[in-house]
Nanobody, 125 residues
């Protein structure tokens, strides 16, 4: 399984970015997908996750209403649309995949089997 994250960059506060995570090596439509982030000197934290069907998604409180996770199973790609970005959103963003765990477990790093390499998002004030 390979996950390739892209789309990071430098953006001013209030701006937007869309991250992509291209997946290969497994039946994409059977996977739940998640985005996590790790800021300098901090632990990796949950951002958002989406069910294999695309019908259910969950978000960290810190990004709710600003970020949207989506997926295109035909393109085996998951997206993270990030709007109204804040300097506190600065981090390396990672995508990850897991095989159909409980919805509540999607917020846990330990629930995920495979991880992408990360893409850096820097939000300037």
């Amino acid at each position: 399984v390979q996950l390739q994250a892209s789309g990071g960059g430098l953006v001013q506060a209030g701006g937007s970015l869309r991250l992509s995570c291209a997946a290969s090596g497994r039946t994409f439509r059977d996977w739940d997908m998640g985005w996590f982030r790790q800021a300098p000197g901090k632990e990796r934290e949950f951002v958002a996750a989406i069910r294999w069907s695309g019908g259910t998604s969950i978000y960290a409180n810190s990004v709710k209403g600003r970020f949207t996770i989506s997926r295109d199973n035909a393109k085996t790609t998951v997206y993270l649309q990030m709007n109204s970005l804040k300097p506190d959103d600065t981090a390396v963003y990672y995508c990850a995949t897991t095989s159909r765990v409980a919805l509540s477990a999607l917020v846990l790093l330990s629930s995920y089997d495979y991880w992408g390499q990360g893409t850096l998002v820097t939000v300037s004030s």
